[in-house]
């Protein structure tokens, strides 16, 4: 049996995707009646994400802005699949996809999360969060800039990196990673729009060392699957 199907981890799961679809229903209505099309949102985004990251994400401070339950039993599989000890996330939020990929480490005897995220009242819930789930002594999580909070390494090789934060770093923190991904990592660009920051073209150019291919799962939302392939 594995820990998402039934007990505390499933539990906790059910009340925090229930708490993230009350929390996060405004900005849902906002962004449906703003925004006339996709594209038309997501260059707002990259213009606020440029001009002010941090005040950007600050005005989301009480919103979970998680994972799908579909997208995240497909973290959960992938980290299975991969037999993954050591997994990075940058952008935690209130660590539900964090609950996820510890509950995969779990499952397979242990390993380390390290997440991060700018917001240190979402760092404490996440924290919180993992407790109820069981998973805390599993995770750590590092409060800043994922720029400067991975910066001193992860404690070893990583075998999977999720991608969840402000889309825009996602190369930058990509290319600050690189050193300690093992071959084979698997890597995933939530949101990975091809308008920021180059990660795609990086990606997808096999020269760099990857193959890569956007994800079915979500379908629209920019989700990006990645294997290191040296
Ligand atoms: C989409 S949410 C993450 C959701 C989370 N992965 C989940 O599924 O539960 C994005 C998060 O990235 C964080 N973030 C944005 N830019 C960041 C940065 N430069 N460093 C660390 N965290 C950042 C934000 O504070 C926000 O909580």
Partial sequence: MDSLSSGPVAEVLKRLHREAEAADAPLTQTYASEMTNA???????????????????????GNFLSVSPEFG?????????????????FG??????AIYMAA??????????????????????AWANLAAAGLDDLVEFRVGDARET????????????????????YLPILKLLEPHLKPGAIIIGENAFSEASGYID?????????LSLPLPVDPGRGNEFTVKTK
């Fill in 150 to 169: 991975l910066k001193s390494g992860v404690g070893g090789g990583i075998d999977m990196l999720m991608l969840d934060g402000a889309f825009i770093l």
């Fill in 73 to 89: 039993r497909f973290l959960y599989m992938c980290a299975r699949s991969c037999k993954a000890k050591r997994i990075v996330e």
């Fill in 202 to 210: 990086y990606v997808r150019d096999p020269q760099n060392g990857y």
């Fill in 92 to 97: 935690s939020s209130m660590g539900v996809s």
């Fill in 104 to 125: 995969a480490l779990r499952d397979m005897g242990g390993g380390r999360l390290i997440g991060t995220d700018l917001e240190p009242g979402k760092a404490e819930r």
């Fill in 39 to 61: 594209e038309q949102a997501i260059s707002q985004i990259i213009e606020a994400e440029t001009e002010d990251l941090a005040g950007l994400y600050h005005g989301f401070a």
